[in-house]
């Protein structure tokens, strides 16, 4: 490769370390790439790190040894979620998102990859330390969140189906009780599809009474898997009493809504807590 410079190495450095979230690279792979001394790679990396802190982009860990390196956590700046979250809970606040059942509509902003990306490091900076394997949704409207979550976590997803599939090959299935509606269901993952004793993050758009999130849970135990967590976009508050999940992480809160008046209350999720707000 063409020696570059600092300028440059320092703009290269930045983009590899953006794309590889959550993965350590040894120095001497800097090293060897721009005919540079470790030292002047270990000062470039000092001035990363300071900007990507300064920015609020991340965190830059370095791990000392012959095997050690460096490798980039994403985080999110309290102020810049909160800033983010706030316009978003205006966005679901709109009455004309009311759906029967107390659900809101939220495809659009479920499509929307900016949107998702900022959600995403949200989940990814609630559970960077907690070494996940892999992220966990069902189908379907859980799937843009759980892509944008594991590209910060840079690890892959798996997506539980609502019905076999002759394409997944050999599958567990089990029947769940839907914590709003009360009625049995089943859900499905391929025996290709997780590894054994795998650490799993699961999302999910939207919670109730934590039927689904429990029938996930319930199903990674047949893999003999560990959940690390639980992240929900927006929760409702009614019937806590009946909720079926303990510990999660939300986003948002739905509060209480008022179809006559045509009024939807939305606080800040659990995310917040304990972090200024």
């Given at each position: 490769?063409?020696?570059?410079?600092?300028?440059?190495?320092?703009?290269?450095?930045?983009?590899?370390l953006?794309?590889?979230?959550?993965?350590l690279?040894?120095?001497?792979?800097?090293?060897?790439?721009?005919?540079?001394?470790?030292?002047?790679?270990?000062e470039?990396?000092?001035?990363?790190?300071?900007?990507?802190?300064?920015?609020?982009?991340?965190?830059?860990?370095?791990?000392?040894?012959?095997?050690?390196?460096?490798?980039?956590?994403?985080?999110?700046?309290t102020?810049?979620?909160?800033?983010?979250?706030?316009?978003?809970?205006?966005?679901?606040?709109?009455?004309?998102?009311?759906?029967?059942?107390?659900?809101?509509?939220?495809?659009?902003?479920?499509?929307?990859?900016?949107?998702?990306a900022?959600?995403?490091?949200?989940?990814?900076?609630?559970?960077?330390?907690?070494?996940?394997?892999?992220?966990?949704?069902?189908?379907?409207?859980?799937?843009?969140?759980?892509?944008?979550?594991?590209?910060?976590?840079?690890?892959?997803?798996?997506?539980?189906?609502?019905?076999?599939?002759?394409?997944?090959?050999?599958?567990?299935?089990?029947?769940?009780?839907?914590?709003?509606?009360?009625?049995?269901?089943?859900?499905?993952?391929?025996?290709?599809?997780?590894?054994?004793?795998?650490r799993?993050?699961?999302?999910?758009?939207?919670?109730?009474?934590?039927?689904?999130?429990?029938?996930m849970?319930?199903?990674?135990?047949?893999?003999?898997?560990?959940?690390v967590?639980?992240?929900?976009?927006?929760?409702?508050?009614?019937?806590v009493?009946?909720?079926?999940?303990?510990?999660?992480v939300?986003?948002?809160?739905?509060?209480?809504?008022?179809?006559?008046?045509?009024?939807?209350?939305?606080?800040?999720?659990?995310?917040?807590?304990?972090?200024?707000?």
């Amino acid at each position: 490769m063409k020696k570059l410079r600092r300028s440059a190495r320092l703009v290269d450095m930045t983009q590899h370390l953006l794309a590889h979230p959550h993965t350590l690279t040894p120095l001497t792979l800097f090293a060897e790439q721009y005919g540079a001394a470790k030292s002047s790679i270990s000062e470039d990396l000092s001035i990363i790190k300071e900007a990507f802190e300064v920015q609020g982009v991340g965190l830059l860990k370095t791990v000392a040894g012959a095997a050690g390196g460096v490798k980039y956590i994403p985080q999110v700046k309290t102020e810049e979620a909160l800033h983010f979250m706030r316009e978003l809970i205006g966005q679901l606040a709109n009455p004309e998102r009311l759906l029967p059942g107390g659900y809101l509509y939220m495809s659009d902003i479920l499509g929307n990859p900016q949107t998702m990306a900022k959600i995403g490091k949200l989940f990814a900076t609630a559970y960077a330390d907690k070494n996940v394997d892999v992220v966990m949704t069902v189908e379907t409207k859980g799937i843009p969140l759980a892509y944008a979550t594991a590209m910060f976590l840079n690890v892959p997803v798996v997506i539980v189906r609502r019905d076999n599939k002759v394409t997944e090959g050999s599958v567990v299935s089990i029947n769940y009780v839907s914590g709003s509606s009360k009625r049995i269901q089943t859900m499905s993952l391929a025996r290709r599809g997780l590894a054994e004793q795998s650490r799993v993050l699961i999302v999910d758009d939207f919670m109730k009474a934590g039927g689904t999130l429990r029938g996930m849970i319930d199903l990674l135990q047949e893999f003999r898997a560990t959940v690390v967590g639980c992240g929900v976009l927006v929760e409702t508050t009614a019937d806590v009493s009946e909720r079926l999940v303990d510990e999660y992480v939300s986003l948002a809160k739905l509060q209480d809504v008022d179809f006559k008046g045509k009024q939807i209350e939305i606080e800040l999720g659990s995310f917040f807590e304990n972090r200024g707000e």
